[in-house]
């Protein structure tokens, strides 16, 4: 059974930085896209990035230059740094892992990440 964990989650004020962890068991990890979405109150559920097994990496256009995606293969963990955060930023965010980007078969909980003014 696969398990994805998120961790690192708080409360940061805007301009700040957090690092996100995802760290997942069970699973062809190594082999599989990893991919982070978020989801504030009363908003669809958002790709922010993605991560494909040969490292390439994806980015909404929105967080581009200031979230870096990346991941540790002998950690079995994918993380999600994040500089220069915004309020508006503030939402659930969610790992996901799948055969492709895009094509996800498993997601995590959920972290909370509040960005305040």
């Known amino acids: 059974q696969v398990h994805l964990v998120e961790s690192g989650g708080g409360l940061v004020q805007a301009g700040g930085s957090l690092r996100l962890s995802c760290a997942a068991s069970?699973?062809?990890?190594?082999?599989?896209?990893m991919g982070w979405y978020r989801q504030a109150p009363g908003k669809q559920r958002e790709l922010v990035a993605a991560i494909t097994s040969g490292g390439s990496a994806y980015y909404v256009d929105s967080v581009k230059g200031r979230f870096t995606i990346s991941r540790d293969n002998a950690k079995n963990t994918v993380y999600l740094q994040m500089n220069s955060l915004k309020p508006e930023e503030t939402a659930v965010y969610y790992c996901?892992?799948?055969?492709?980007?895009?094509?996800?078969?498993?997601w995590g909980q959920g972290t909370q990440v509040t960005v305040s003014s």
């Open positions: 996901t892992e799948g055969e492709l980007v895009g094509k996800w078969d498993y």
């Open positions: 069970g699973s062809m990890f190594s082999i599989n896209a």
